[in-house]
């Protein structure tokens, strides 16, 4: 069993940068991709970025490339989402999933969809100011 934690939300101005944190527990995340996703109010919740067990696999949504950068500390249980160019329509609640059904998987774009996880942290919420 996987118990996930996010942090480092908050109130930003647009134009600036935060950083999420997933922190998880047990000993076996190191070989499980994970994602972030995002759910604004009254709008479904929609992927953000993927990365592989060994970080050798990412993927973006084409609305944060260039601006979002997704990675994962393995010696730490710790995956991470840099967040910079903060604009108002990222304001929403961030959420890390942890697909810990298949190990060591190569990645790809089958991890874009939600469906595929099995665990989910609670979320943080992340409000940009125009």
């Known amino acids: 069993q996987v118990q996930l934690v996010e942090s480092g939300g908050g109130l930003v101005q647009a134009g600036g940068s935060l950083r999420l944190s997933c922190a998880a527990s047990g000993r076996t995340f190191s070989r499980f991709a994970v994602g972030w996703f995002r759910q604004a109010p009254g709008k479904e919740r929609e992927f953000v970025a993927t990365?592989?067990?060994?970080?050798?696999?990412?993927y973006y949504a084409d609305s944060v490339k260039g601006r979002f950068t997704i990675s994962r500390d393995n010696a730490k249980n710790t995956v991470y989402l840099q967040m910079n160019s903060l604009k108002p329509e990222d304001t929403a609640v961030y959420y890390c999933?942890?697909?810990?059904?298949?190990?060591?998987?190569?990645?790809?774009?089958?991890?874009?969809?939600?469906?595929?996880?099995?665990?989910w942290g609670q979320g943080t919420q992340v409000t940009v100011s125009s």
């Open positions: 990365i592989s067990w060994s970080g050798n696999s990412i």
């Open positions: 999933a942890s697909d810990t059904t298949r190990t060591y998987h190569s990645g790809g774009p089958y991890y874009t969809s939600g469906a595929v996880y099995d665990y």
